[in-house]
């Protein structure tokens, strides 16, 4: 079923598409191009506690003219160091870099992209040895090129 966040083999999260905090934005300015991914998810349980978790994907320059030419783009990030330069961060308790993801876009249709992401999340930043998980992310989000497209998900 589409629509989650899967951590570890215990916990799923549904997408959140309230307050604007799911999107794919996709900027075009002179000759370059980048899009970028903020997917929140509604609270659920996450061990003894209640969270509502989200990633955040900065933008990653991309060659392709339109945002339908997404479909097939990948990007990957192998390294803790390499996350936390771009400033990508994933939340549970604070906002953690990841140690490793990869993202897709597999379709654009109706102003929505699917989107996959998989990798490896840091849980508890506090704790030494970091305690870390795999997480799975399949789900459709709101394309968004400018401000006014808010509007087509709003009613």
């Known amino acids: 079923r589409l629509i989650m966040l899967k951590i570890g083999d215990k916990y799923s999260f549904e997408v959140s598409y309230a307050d604007r905090q799911s999107c794919l934005m996709f900027f075009k300015e002179d000759e370059s191009a980048s899009w970028s991914l ?5 609270e659920g349980d996450f061990g003894d506690e209640s969270v509502a978790p989200a990633i955040c994907i900065n933008p990653i ?3 392709k003219n339109s945002v339908e030419e997404l479909v ?9 160091k390499e996350c936390d330069e771009r400033e990508d961060t994933f939340y549970i308790f604070e906002s953690e870099p990841m140690v490793s993801y990869e993202v897709e876009v597999l379709e654009i249709k109706d102003s929505k992209a699917h989107i996959r992401c998989s990798g490896i999340m840091i849980v508890d930043g506090y704790s ?3 305690e870390e998980e795999k997480f799975e992310i399949d789900c459709l989000v709101p394309i968004i090129e400018a401000a006014s497209d808010w509007a087509k998900f709003e009613n």
């Open 61 to 63: 320059d991309t060659d």
């Open 128 to 130: 030494d040895p970091y």
């Open 38 to 42: 903020d997917i929140g998810f509604c």
């Open 72 to 80: 097939g783009e990948r990007f990957e990030v192998t390294t803790v």
